[in-house]
C-alpha cells in the first residue's frame, strides 16, 4: 500500500510570536519553523506502519506553504518518508483550512498521489482549528476518522481498527481502507531523525507543484482580518504569610474578589 | 434579510450537553431570524422534548439506530438534512470533539465559510465576525464571514451563557428521515470506552485543579482530587505528569492536550512552559502554587503563592471547607 502524510509547518511551539503592525500576520523575521507536532505522529505512524512489517511502496509526505515549508518536509523526509510533494504558491490561503484542503486534494490529484491512507495532523499549532483534515477526507471522497490514539491494520492492511480520543472516552471504529485519520497525541512516539537519516534525506526527491497550476482555483472560503497580540494579563498578586494565612487569604479572595468559588 | 440559524444540540449519553444550549444565547445575537435546533440519536424522544422548551422555533430529531453513535458520514448527512428542512444559512456548535470534527466536513461538503472554536461573534451588517485564538493562544485572529452562502461556526463552550428564559410552549418537533449510502456506512462503530467519573469534560468544567511533574506519583494527584471534589472542579495535568504516568493523556492541557478557559484554574507544581500556557491561558482566573518564585506560572496567575503545594492543596482544601454548603456565585 501507499501513504501519504500531510506534513505543515509552523513556527516552534517556544517561538515568540510578533504579529506585524498592520496585523495582517505574523512577523517572520527571525521565527524558526517546524514540522507541526501532530503531524509528526502522521508522519511517525506512516513509518511505523511500514516499520511492522506491512508492505508499505511508499511514503509520500505532503506540505504547503512558501518557501519555508521544504523544513517540514525535511523532517519528514528525515523521519522515514520517501519523497515529498510540496504545494508551492505565494499567497495560498494558510489561514483559511477549509480552501487549503480543496488546494491540496487538487494537488494530490494532479500529482497522481491518491493513496490508501492519508494520514494528517489533529491540528496545526499555528491556526488551532483543526479542520484541515476533515474537509481534506471530504475532498479526497474518503471516509475519515478524527483524533486518532491508536490504529490497528489487520494482516493484509485492508481493514483497520481505529481508537479515537473523545469528550466522552475512547471510542474503537473498523472499516476498510482507503481512509483519512488524523492523528492526536498518544497514538506514536515520533522519532528525532538521526544525523544519518538527516544526510540521507537530502537526497530524497521533491516535487513541487505551483499552485497556480491547479485546476481547482476556487476563491478562499472565509477572510482573516487581522492577528492581534492579545491584551496582557493584570500582574500576579503573591499572598504571604505562613501557609495557613495564604490558603484563607486565597479562597477568600476567590469568593469575594474574583467571584469564582 | 436574516439569517436562519440551527444550533447542534449535542448528547453525551443520555443528556445533553450544557455547552450546546449556550449556541442559542450566541445564535440570538446572530440572527433575527429564526432558530432551529437539531438533535441526533437513537430514542432521543424525551431529550428532543427538553429541547423543544428551550426557546427555539423548531426542534429537527433524527432518532435512528444508525444514528446511537457519532460516526462522522451519517451525522454529516443528518445534519445536512436539517439544513435543508429548516432553510438554514447559519450553523453553530459549541466546541466539542465532534464539532471539531463534523463542522469541517460539513463546511467542504457544502461550500460553506466556517471558523472554528470562536471566542466572540458578532454580527457587523451582514457579515459575521469573530475572534479565535491562535498560534497555541499568542495571538487572536479576527476572522470575517460574508453574508451569500452558508456559514457554520463552532464556538467555545463557556464562551457564551446559557439561555435563561424557557419557552412558555413546546417547539414543534419534526422528525427527520436520513438516508444513508453505503459509503457513510464505510465505517463501523465497535465500542466506547468511558472516561471514567473523575474525567469530567475539562472543556465544560468551570474550576480545573492541575497538577505538573512536582506531584511525583499517580497517588499523590489525590490531593488535587479531594480540592476539585470540594470546590466542583476537574483535574488537568501537564504533559510532564500525562508522560510520567501520573495522569492519563485526555487530563492533558497545553498545546498537545486539552485547550480550556475556565473560571479558575489552579496550577499545582506547574512551570508555566510555553507550550503548558498555550493551553490554559484562557482562563479567567489563574492561581499558581509554585516553590519557585522565578517559574514563568506566576507571569500569567491572577493570585501566586510560593509555596509547597503539599502543604498548600490541603491547607485550601480546609479553607474552602467553610464554605460547603453556602450557594456557589454565578
Ligand atoms: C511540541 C511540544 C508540545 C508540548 N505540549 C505540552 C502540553 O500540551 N502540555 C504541557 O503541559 N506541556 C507540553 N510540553 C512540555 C512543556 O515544554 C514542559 O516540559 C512541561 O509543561 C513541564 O511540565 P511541569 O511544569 O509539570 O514540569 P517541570 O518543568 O518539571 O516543572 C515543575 C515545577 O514544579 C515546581 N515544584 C517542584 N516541587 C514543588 C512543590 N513541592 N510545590 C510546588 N511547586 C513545586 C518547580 O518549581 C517547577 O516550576 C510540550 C513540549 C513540546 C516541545
Ligand atoms: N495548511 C496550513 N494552514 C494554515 N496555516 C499554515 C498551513 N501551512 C502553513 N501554515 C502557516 O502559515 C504561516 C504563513 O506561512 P508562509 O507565508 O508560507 O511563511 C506559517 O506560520 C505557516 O506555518
Known amino acids: ?261 | 434579510m436574516p439569517d436562519t440559524a440551527l444550533i447542534f444540540i449535542e448528547r453525551r449519553g443520555d443528556s445533553i450537553t450544557p455547552s450546546s444550549l449556550c449556541m442559542l444565547t450566541a445564535a440570538r445575537a446572530l440572527t433575527d431570524g429564526a432558530i432551529h435546533a437539531v438533535i441526533i440519536g437513537h430514542d432521543i424522544g424525551s431529550l428532543a422534548e427538553q429541547v423543544a422548551m428551550i426557546g427555539v422555533d423548531a426542534v429537527y430529531v433524527v432518532d435512528h439506530a444508525d444514528f446511537e453513535h457519532y460516526r462522522v458520514l451519517p451525522y454529516t448527512r443528518a445534519v445536512e438534512s436539517a439544513i435543508d428542512a429548516a432553510g438554514a444559512s447559519l450553523i453553530l456548535m459549541a466546541t466539542t470533539s465532534t464539532s471539531r470534527d463534523l463542522a469541517p466536513r460539513l463546511a467542504a461538503r457544502r461550500d460553506a465559510m466556517m471558523a472554528t472554536d470562536c471566542l466572540t461573534v458578532e454580527l457587523q451588517g451582514d457579515t459575521i465576525a469573530v475572534t479565535r485564538s491562535m498560534y497555541a493562544a499568542k495571538c487572536l485572529g479576527e476572522v470575517s464571514l460574508s453574508a451569500g452562502t452558508l456559514r457554520i461556526l463552532s464556538i467555545r463552550g463557556n464562551a457564551y451563557p446559557a439561555p435563561t428564559s424557557p419557552a412558555e410552549t413546546p417547539a414543534p418537533i419534526m422528525p427527520l428521515d436520513v438516508t444513508l449510502s453505503d459509503a457513510d456506512q464505510h465505517i463501523v462503530f465497535r465500542e466506547l470506552v468511558p472516561s471514567d467519573e473523575d474525567e469530567r469534560n475539562l472543556a465544560d468544567a468551570d474550576i480545573i485543579v492541575s497538577g505538573g511533574r512536582s506531584l511525583e506519583s499517580e497517588e499523590n494527584f489525590s490531593i488535587l482530587y479531594d480540592l476539585a471534589h470540594r470546590i466542583g472542579g476537574a483535574v488537568g495535568a501537564t504533559r510532564a505528569a500525562v508522560d510520567a504516568g501520573y495522569q492519563p493523556q485526555s487530563h492533558q492541557v497545553g498545546l498537545t492536550g486539552n485547550v480550556v478557559a475556565p473560571q479558575l484554574y489552579i496550577a499545582c507544581g506547574i512551570d508555566g512552559a510555553i507550550q503548558h500556557l498555550a493551553g490554559m491561558r484562557g482562563s479567567k482566573v489563574i492561581v499558581a502554587i509554585n516553590t519557585k518564585a522565578a517559574a514563568p506560572i506566576f507571569g500569567v496567575a491572577t493570585y501566586g503563592c510560593v509555596a509547597d503545594l503539599f502543604e498548600m492543596v490541603p491547607l485550601i482544601n480546609e479553607a474552602c471547607r467553610s464554605l460547603d454548603g453556602k450557594p456557589a456565585l454565578q
Not at chain 1, 85 to 95: S, V
Not at chain 1, 117 to 139: H, R, Y
Request: glycine share 8%; with cysteine.
Open chain 1, 1 to 261: 500500500m501507499r501513504v501519504l502524510a500531510i506534513a505543515m509547518q509552523v513556527p516552534d511551539s517556544r517561538a515568540v510570536i510578533r504579529v506585524r503592525d498592520d496585523g495582517s500576520g505574523v512577523d517572520p523575521a527571525g521565527l524558526k519553523f517546524v514540522c507541526s507536532p501532530f503531524d509528526e505522529f502522521a508522519v511517525e505512524q506512516a513509518v511505523q506502519i511500514r516499520e511492522g512489517g506491512w508492505e508499505v511502496a511508499e511514503i509520500i509526505a505532503f506540505t504547503a506553504g512558501g518557501k519555508g515549508a521544504a523544513a517540514a518536509l525535511r523532517t519528514a523526509l528525515a523521519m522515514g518518508a520517501d519523497r515529498g510533494i510540496h504545494l508551492a504558491g505565494d499567497d495560498l490561503p494558510l489561514h483559511d483550512e477549509v480552501a487549503m484542503a480543496r488546494l491540496i486534494a487538487a494537488a494530490i490529484r494532479q500529482a497522481d498521489a491518491q493513496t490508501d491512507l492519508v494520514l494528517c495532523g489533529k491540528k496545526t499549532i499555528d491556526n488551532d482549528s483543526g479542520e484541515l483534515g476533515p474537509a481534506l477526507a471530504e475532498f479526497l471522497e474518503l471516509p475519515h476518522v478524527g483524533g486518532v490514539i491508536g490504529l490497528e491494520l489487520d494482516d493484509t492492511a485492508g481493514r483497520a481498527r481505529i481508537h479515537r480520543r473523545t469528550d466522552d472516552g475512547e471510542v474503537v471504529l473498523e472499516g476498510d481502507l482507503p481512509m483519512l485519520l488524523t492523528c492526536d497525541k498518544g497514538l506514536v512516539e515520533p522519532r528525532y531523525p538521526a544525523l544519518p537519516m538527516i544526510m540521507k534525506a537530502k537526497k530524497k526527491p521533491v516535487d513541487t507543484i505551483d499552485a497556480s497550476t491547479l485546476a481547482d482555483q476556487s476563491e478562499p472560503s472565509t477572510t482573516f482580518v487581522c492577528l492581534q497580540t492579545p491584551s496582557e494579563r493584570p500582574p500576579c498578586r503573591v499572598l504571604d504569610g505562613t501557609p495557613e494565612e495564604m490558603a484563607r487569604e486565597l479562597v477568600g479572595l476567590l469568593r469575594k474578589e474574583a467571584k469564582v468559588l
